[in-house]
């Protein structure tokens, strides 16, 4: 098992960018493929950005695909979103979550954090 806690989250201008972490607490960190995933008020939540176990492999939506970056640094325990270029659109709740196996699905996830809130203003 794994517990998530998301930071970093905050209010920027469009054009900057925030760098958000995930620390991963429990045993075993490299065993998990993590995600990072967004919601919007009134939109459901939509797949980010995700890695898998080694970091060796990563995926993205094509709507963050040249802005974004994700990262793990597993001797930390942590997992990593570099967001740049950051667009009013973008804001939203942002959470991570892990999971044995990569996906683009939220519903494949079994573990998540309690979410940041990320605000970018025109």
């Known amino acids: 098992q794994v517990q998530l806690v998301e930071s970093g989250g905050g209010l920027v201008q469009a054009g900057g960018s925030l760098r958000l972490s995930c620390a991963a607490s429990g045993r075993y960190f490299s065993n998990y493929a993590m995600g990072w995933f967004r919601q919007a008020p009134g939109k459901e939540r939509e797949f980010v950005a995700a890695i898998t176990r080694s970091g060796g492999s990563t995926f993205y939506a094509d709507s963050v695909k040249g802005r974004f970056t994700i990262s793990r640094d597993n001797a930390k325990n942590m997992a990593l979103l570099q967001m740049n270029s950051l667009k009013p659109e973008d804001t939203a709740v942002y959470y991570c979550?892990?999971?044995?196996?990569?996906?683009?699905?939220?519903?494949?996830?079994?573990?998540w954090g309690q979410g940041t809130q990320v605000t970018v203003s025109s």
């Open positions: 979550a892990a999971d044995r196996d990569i996906s683009r699905r939220s519903s494949s996830y079994d573990y």
